[in-house]
């Protein structure tokens, strides 16, 4: 029994011996093979990462795009709203200059008015005063 024992203690010993020097025999070449397989996965987790990146850069280029088409968006709207009123209040001030030549030229043209009104008072004053000395006279 002892000798049954030892002999698939033995059996057993020489099985593990024989899949251990197998297993060291195929370890050097799955080493490499995983050296590999770690590079390759190295590389796509690289390729991975740049392209997060330049999605973010792309997005954040894309916000600052945004924002500056907002930022000039309001400065044309705020231009825009500038020149309009500019206009208005050059509308009005045409308005005001329209309505200030034609009160002008009314002015003139009663001051004229009153001057030949004036000159001809004046004239017939003249005349009567005249008239009265030539008739005090005769």
Known sequence: MQAKTNNRRNQAREVWKKKYYEAKKSTPGLEIDCQKVRAELDGIHKKYLAALENQRKDEKQ?????????????????????????????????????????????????????????????????????????ASNI
């Open 62 to 134: 894309k916000d600052n795009h945004q924002l500056e088409a907002a930022r000039l968006q309001y400065d044309v709207d705020e231009l825009q709203r500038k020149a309009d009123a500019a206009k208005m209040k050059l509308t009005a001030e045409m308005k005001l200059r329209n309505q200030a030549e034609t009160e002008l030229r009314a002015l003139r043209a009663e001051l004229t008015q009153k001057k030949m009104n004036m000159n001809l008072s004046r004239a017939q004053k003249m005349n009567e005063i005249n008239n009265s000395a030539l």
